[in-house]
């Protein structure tokens, strides 16, 4: 279950001095600033006021006034009201979604603000360009702004303010998972808004911090975050709030199996929502009560729920909590071999699944092209700022440097003159040549097309060749009937193979990295295969660690019939399961095992916890230091999930900084998918690759496997 951040996305605006009173109707104040017999300042005062409380509900209306208040303040000469108005435009444009004109008068605004030495101005516009970039997933760039903005808060001793750019910096590290950033800033959140009685950010920062807890598996203290934001809203009467803390306390109590406390935090949280219509809200509780009540399991109740849950869902167009009901549903009439519904309501999970991957590859186009037309106009506001400033000194300088061009110009069309005849003559004689090797090279050009194609055609053979090798979907799904399988060649054939045996009611499977990738690791990965091959069948070995010393043994024997020293070979992750002697066995040259398990928690709860065996450091090959390869065992547990894998996925670049996944990220990654179908958890896994990697390279072949007992 994903946990969605509570966000302390405050807009602040450049808003000045406002000498108005309370209660006046915006008619009177319109009336004032049509009023030309009034002073300029008084006419500002009141546009400025109709005009801010236009922006949420008429950002049109707002940006007419503004620019007319805009217009007034040029003239009069008062740059306080000029950056008002700039503020008041740049905010409704925001909130039309209009992100190019927004930063445009953000930065107008700025500038306005920087002449004048206005500290607390500046900090106020560069916390909205973070805002602004934050809303197009570029952290980088939002970070940038915040940090921009914090400092100029501290140097004005606004502490308000400075909480709210710590929660807007805390925000864009739990977007990154860089949790212990995004915990230090929401801290800070917490001890500013504690220190000032800010109770409503006092609760943001508790729910903020008990998510981020949440993500991190730290149950306990999620658990007294949540329940001290649930204190607060109930003292301050934030029902919407309160809703939300029940939500996340429900779902921390169904992580941990706990379903009477889940059900009871999920029910109080769906009766406040109906007090105050919040429609959206109930839809998030029936797909959770959907989800609770298949696991108890009560499919009648479960069934109801997701009914209900569809019904709103379809009302407000939320496609993601309807597809996640249309699942559940088809997963409980397959339980209750009622298999015609199970499979019209696949059908429509699987209907909405490809409708919303189309919006999420539209939606990423256009951000992609508004962030580029946003930067783009920020580049060119900041060009055009930088020639105002020099604009008078180039004045001085353009009559002497029109002389000196004009020189200069002669000089070169001289040159230039006997250039051209002096190359007119060396043409002629090089023409004659040019026609010549002109000839050679398109000769060349097309027997180098051809060897490459020749060339592709045999990799593109020799990858049909390996595919051979390996275990087809049919036979892997006819001994591991819930299995998913992640394989992704660097090139057109890979390094990286997979490779399973059925014998004496043993079912061995691997995920084995040959060295190298592409020609030369699909050769290493044939010998490899068949080394594993003729030690299960010709050599009769069922041990896994003595499979891996026969099939090191053999990889070497067919190599060192070359007569030279050839140091290739592979790491792999090997798994035996005996069902007769509920035996799990496993032994590993280079790549660990992984495994989720129920285990038993100190307060006698059951939970789901994720281990490793280590592999033994050595490869199937050549090694100085030889030894025989070790030999684990488990318990065979229904419900136990192993994951077998290569070092592909951990060690690809890419994220906003171009760095390496790593393993503990996607051991985080793996545990967060915990609960979900394993055919699910391989579309996100290969989604996270894909969005991880950007436009970069893959770095090298990717193989996961995932076997649920």
């Not at 009177?28 to 049509?34: G, H, M, Q």
């Not at 940006?63 to 217009?71: D, F, N």
């Not at 360009?129 to 940038?144: C, F, P, R, V």
Request: proline share 2%; with cysteine; charged share 25%.
């Amino acid at each position: 279950m994903k946990h969605q951040l509570k966000t302390p996305f405050i807009l602040l605006f450049c808003f000045y001095g406002f000498y108005l009173i309370a209660q006046t109707k915006p008619d009177s104040l319109l009336a004032v600033f049509n009023n030309i017999s009034l002073s300029d300042t008084v006419r500002l005062k009141a546009a400025n006021r109709v005009a801010r409380d236009f922006i949420n509900n008429n950002p049109d209306s707002a940006i007419l006034l503004a620019q007319k208040q805009l217009s007034l303040a040029q003239k009069s000469g008062q740059k306080k009201y000029e950056a008002t108005a700039l503020g008041i435009i740049a905010s409704a444009f925001y909130n039309k979604g209009n992100y190019s004109n927004a930063l445009e008068y953000f930065l107008k605004d700025l500038w306005i603000c920087d002449e004048r030495g206005d500290k607390k101005g500046m900090g106020i516009c560069y916390n909205n360009l973070g805002n602004i970039y934050y809303s197009h997933t570029n952290y980088s760039k939002a970070e940038d702004y915040y940090l921009k903005a914090l400092k100029k808060f501290i140097e004005n001793g606004d502490e308000m303010a400075e909480a709210t750019c710590y929660g807007n910096i805390g925000n864009v590290y739990c977007m990154e998972f860089q949790y212990p950033k995004a915990l230090e800033y929401f801290y800070k959140y917490k001890d500013i808004s504690e220190k000032n009685g800010d109770k409503e950010g006092l609760s943001a920062s508790y729910g903020n911090i008990g998510v981020v807890y949440l993500n991190q598996l730290n149950y306990p203290k999620a658990l007294k975050c949540f329940l001290k934001q649930k204190k607060i809203c109930e003292e301050t009467g934030n029902k919407k709030s309160l809703a939300n803390s029940y939500v996340n306390i429900g779902i921390l109590f169904k992580s941990q199996t706990n379903y009477p406390e889940a059900l009871e935090n999920y029910l109080k949280a769906l009766k406040l929502q109906a007090e105050i219509g919040d429609i959206h809200g109930k839809a998030v509780c029936f797909v959770n009560l959907s989800f609770l009540y298949s696991e108890i399991p009560d499919y009648k109740k479960s069934l109801q729920f997701s009914d209900s849950a569809i019904t709103i869902c379809k009302e407000i167009g939320d496609l993601e909590n309807e597809r996640l009901a249309y699942q559940k549903r088809a997963l409980i009439y397959a339980k209750k071999n009622m298999y015609k519904e199970a499979y019209e309501n696949h059908i429509k999970f699987k209907s909405l699944t490809d409708s919303i991957f189309n919006i999420y590859n539209t939606k990423q186009l256009s951000d992609s092209k508004t962030r580029y037309e946003v930067e783009k106009k920020e580049s060119e506001l900041k060009t055009q700022a930088e020639a105002q400033q020099t604009i008078n000194a180039e004045e001085k300088k353009r009559q002497q440097v029109v002389i000196y061009a004009i020189a200069g110009l002669l000089f070169l069309m001289a040159f230039f003159a006997v250039f051209m005849f002096n190359r007119f003559k060396v043409t002629q004689k090089q023409k004659g040549i040019i026609e010549k090797q002109k000839e050679t090279v398109e000769e060349q050009k097309h027997l180098v097309e051809e060897k490459q194609k020749e060339i592709v055609d045999s990799i593109t053979y020799a990858k049909r060749l390996q595919q051979a090798i390996l275990p087809s979907n049919e036979e892997l799904k006819k001994y591991l009937p819930d299995y998913f399988l992640l394989y992704k060649p660097k090139d057109i054939i890979a390094g990286d193979f997979y490779w399973m045996e059925h014998l004496d009611e043993i079912i061995y499977i691997a995920a084995a990295d040959s060295t190298g990738h592409g020609v030369p690791g699909a050769m290493v990965s044939v010998v490899c295969s068949n080394a594993i091959n003729r030690a299960v069948k010709e050599f009769g070995l069922r041990e896994t660690g003595k499979i891996l010393d026969k099939t090191r043994e053999l990889v070497l024997e067919t190599f060192e019939k070359s007569g030279e020293e050839i140091k290739d070979g592979m790491d792999i992750s090997l798994l035996s399961i005996d069902k007769n002697k509920k035996q799990i066995s496993w032994s590993g040259a280079n790549n660990h095992l992984w495994y989720i398990v129920n285990s038993i928690g100190l307060n006698g709860i059951e939970k789901k916890e994720l281990k490793e065996i280590v592999a033994d450091k050595q490869p199937i090959g050549k090694t100085d230091h030889s030894k025989p390869f070790t030999t684990h065992y488990l318990e065979l547990k229904k419900g136990d999930i192993f994951y077998l894998m290569t070092d592909g996925y951990p060690d690809q670049f890419g994220g906003s900084k171009g760095k390496k996944f790593k393993y503990k990220q996607l051991e985080e990654l793996l545990f967060s998918l915990n609960g979900e179908e394993l055919t699910h958890q391989s579309e996100i896994l290969n989604a996270k690759f894909e969005e991880w990697k950007g436009n970069l390279e893959q770095v090298d072949d990717v193989t996961i496997i995932g076997i649920k007992i």
